[in-house]
């Protein structure tokens, strides 16, 4: 009955402990020293448009490990073989989340039974099928689903993120 | 879709930023937490040299850490009449929580009233008066001046049994030592108020009476028991959801420790759940008693431990009475207290008979006992036995909590590493009041006597009966009548003078209207009852000092404005004072207006000072407890030595037992025999209805809802209360997940969204307590303890149907609570 079966990234994540380089950061450049002058800034992060898979590649109940918006925030992409709300492709049934638990941080587990993501942590859990609405827990948020586009070649791209991710401060790490 | 608020980023707090000490003042546990806040048109940046935590914030930081805040942390608030933001995070160095936040605690700052991000703009910011048949903002002047005239004419220098009182004794939100010393200097110290209650129980009494006749103080341990013993015993209590960071970070490291657990519960609870996900199910026992049983279980469990010669013969000879009775039993004892042969004598009772009466089996009840109290190699089995509401709010409060305690006696569990009986506490503690002798004992059922139409004036503070109360649908009737009646009268005479609307007044409550004053942070549902409205302020906006559960008092350093022109509790009570002894002044009552004297407090330091300090030996001051930062110091505080407090880490460990003020300092045993349901009522309304109606709290929702009820994250997932039931007993019923069920029985009806939940036995549901959209207390029967302790947990009643789920309800998951890993 239980399903063990820990998300690969989000357990590396996790037991590295380490901090690798950082994707998606702007190139170091160097400021004019005077006049001053406010630099531009925009009101939301600008989230990159990431390919993170293939309808084709997708069997339900089978999470495909992803990263986004860069390398050191795990994800999942997940065909759930239902149509959900915000869920993309053909069947309506594609979605994709964080799986930082946005509690502390440990690396969520799915249940395929009840299509849930469970933490080891402090065992919280978060319903895939309700916009990672938790179900149970200690986290403040919901967990934080990606926004996904398909192409039509059945490309999937990541474009956007609805909660800030566990453990930066911007979902879009800057410098 | 799950509610989410599409914060992308938040603002870096600055290296700069002020620092304040926090103590979480939702639950018991306390946990440690700092407040950041630094002016709005600053910012800190991802460099270590930018930020308060001095490391590369432009790195994914990992699990854990002390870097990071969530936007439910954040706010903009007030502070001295200026913009600032606002973190809230919890501290990693606070023993209590070592830098975890529960998912109240984590909400502070969002739960702060913001003009500019508009949360919590339910938060009263002015006096409110009514008139011309609604509330209107006044000054504090003028609601003062009223509330004085009106209450000085029901009471008499020696008869203030018109003047009724409902008031929180506890520490936190709206506590704290200033704020019950307040109000307790003003109703008995001013005063000697004898008609009064709590804000959880409908009497002025304590919880744990017989632990304290026992002469064993109901907080004794230190959390780190946890850490130290070999068996933790849990009856009736669900930590992981009501003292979160206790059991994640003491009691969860003890159970991976090795330790055992013995839980006692009619529900299975997530905390159970979690135990076995920590430790394997071998060690953890569950015994599901059939509701309201403990006392027989408890009976069982001691005679067994005292037939397998598992006491503690020493610890009895020297530290317990010797000899038969001590205290007969009587109305202010439901049970006699005595000598360890007498309890043996007295609460005999097999496994066999009390497997019977508890429904589990005879074995494990045996079991349970040697968990509990087996010598290991020879030594003491050390055991932390930790009950709450499952037992307080239980069936024959006194005996049962005695049998308890019994255990922890026999087996010399108490005053000593990785011992203690204790409760785990819903709220913190900050108690600090003069004497309440004058209350009696039993003490009157302030409930009952609102209900009988007896009483004139009602001062009320931060309770919300209406939510929180027993036979709540009778109480809430009456009350509604009874100061409908008074608006009436005032509606009747707007445009009168003062002195004609007082008049007025007195009339309409002579003729058996209730007035009623009501002073908290929102407008409450029995506030909309109220005739005046004074606003509070609440931790943070004030100075506060608390206790928790293992007795760590902390200041809470303000750290924002209160809203409006609200005001400190104490500060309140104080400003009721003075406005009567001026009206008793000007009616030429000068000796009854001496009494009101000595309440010019400048600040809550002022009230603190004049309370805790002056009454606990003078060592205490804001400075020495700031200084002593978010560790605190564990009360008593004995001494202040080398510029730091010094207190005790547990009670009793020179094995002398003081809490029922013998002389001997011996600790006595409970001659408590089960005697089955003992509430009125109960029995009866067990025989006619089909469903236990278990009620309680969940880890989302603190209290009544009272900020909750405005937070989205919250409310998303719990629009209206949930009552979880058995899948089969919905089928039976007729029910999907969400639907609105009715459920009623002899007393009243209330509804709650059904929750299927697969663990539930049939016929056994429970629901959340102290909802705002589904009061459970209306289906709770006023059968009360001989010391007028509620009895909320022994409900029945039916359910039927009565809509759909709500379009709310309809987007929430109904998913197990159990974790799946
Ligand atoms: S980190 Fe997931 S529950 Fe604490």
Known sequence: MKCNRLVDAGRRQFLRG??????????????????????????????????????????????????????????????????????????????????????KGFPLSYHAADKTL?????????????????????????????????????????????????????NVLQA | MAYKRRIDRLPIIPADAKEHNVTCHYCIVGCGYKAY????????????????????????????TPNWYAPSMYNVVKQDGRDVHLVIKPDADCVVNGGLGSIRGARIAENRRSDITGSQQQRLTEPMVWRYGTWQPTSWDDALDLVARVTARVIDKDNENDLLVSMFDHGGSAGGYENTWGTGKLYFGAMKVKNCRIHNRPAYNSEVHSTRDMGVGELNYAYEDYGLTDTLFLIGANPIETQTNLFLNHMLPGIQNGARVVVVDPRRTVTINACEEAAGKDKVLHLQIASGSDLALFNALFTEIVAQGWVDSDFIKASTFQGDIAVPEDSAHPAALGSFEAAVAACHLSLDDAAAICGVAAADIAKAAAWIAEPKGGARRKCVTAYEKGIIWGNDNYRTIGALVNIGLATGNIGREGGGVCRLGGHQEGYMRPSDAHVGRPAPYLDQLIIAGQGKVHHIWANDHYKTTLNAAEFKRTYARRTNMVKEAMDARAGATREEMVDAIVSAINAGGLFSVDVDII???????????LPAVESGEMNLTSMNGERRMRLVEKYMDGPGASKPDCMIAAAIA????RVLREEGRNDYADQFKGFDWA??????????????????????LRAMGNNGVQEPV????????????????????????RDDKLALFCLGTWRGLQAPGKEQQRANHRFLINNGRANMNWQNWFLDQKNDFVMDRFPVPFIQIHP?????????????????????????????????????????????????????????????????????????????????????????WEVEL
């Open chain 1, 18 to 103: 380490g901090v690798l380089g950082v994707a998606g950061v702007a190139a170091a450049s160097v400021l004019p020293a005077a006049p001053a002058k406010a630099e531009i800034a925009l009101a939301r992060v600008a989230y990159p448009s990431n390919r993170v898979g293939n309808l084709k590649d997708l069997k339900v109940d089978e999470p495909v490990d992803i990263a986004y918006p860069d390398d050191n925030s795990p994800g999942i992409l997940l065909k759930l073989g239902k149509p959900v709300e915000g869920g993309v492709g053909p069947d309506g049934d594609v979605v994709a989340y964080s799986v930082l638990c946005p509690h």
């Open chain 1, 118 to 170: 469970n933490c080891p942590g402090h065992y919280s859990r978060f319903d895939t099928e309700n916009g990672g609405q938790q179900v149970w827990g200690h986290a403040t948020q919901n967990l934080t689903q990606f926004e996904l586009r398909v192409d039509d070649a059945g490309d999937i791209f990541a474009e956007g993120a609805d909660e800030l991710i566990y453990g930066r401060l911007s």
């Open chain 2, 523 to 533: 407008h409450t549902q029995i506030g909309q009852a109220a005739h005046v409205i």
């Open chain 2, 638 to 661: 004995t001494g202040f030595e080398d510029g730091k407090l010094v207190g005790t880490k547990r009670l009793y460990a020179d094995g002398k037992f003081d809490r029922h003020g």
């Open chain 2, 578 to 581: 003075q406005n009567l002894e």
């Open chain 2, 37 to 64: 806040t630094w002016p709005l048109n600053k910012q800190g940046g991802t460099d270590p040299g930018q930020n308060k935590f001095g490391v590369d914030l432009s790195q994914q930081q990992q699990a854990l």
């Open chain 2, 728 to 816: 089969d007993d919905m089928a039976s019923l007729g029910l999907k997940p969400g639907d609105m069920v009715e459920v009623y029985n002899d007393v009243g009806a209330t509804q709650a969204l059904a929750y299927p939940e697969p663990t539930a036995r049939a016929n056994e549901t429970f629901m959340i307590f102290g909802a705002p959209s589904g009061t459970q207390g209306n289906v709770v029967n006023a059968g009360v303890n001989e010391l007028i302790l509620p009895n909320y947990k022994q409900t029945w009643a039916n359910i039927r149907k009565i809509s759909d789920a709500t379009p709310a309800a309809q987007r929430v998951s109904y998913k197990s």
């Open chain 2, 603 to 624: 600040s809550e330091e002022d009230a603190f000072m004049d309370g805790y300090h002056a009454n606990t030996g003078q060592i205490v001051t804001y400075d020495r």
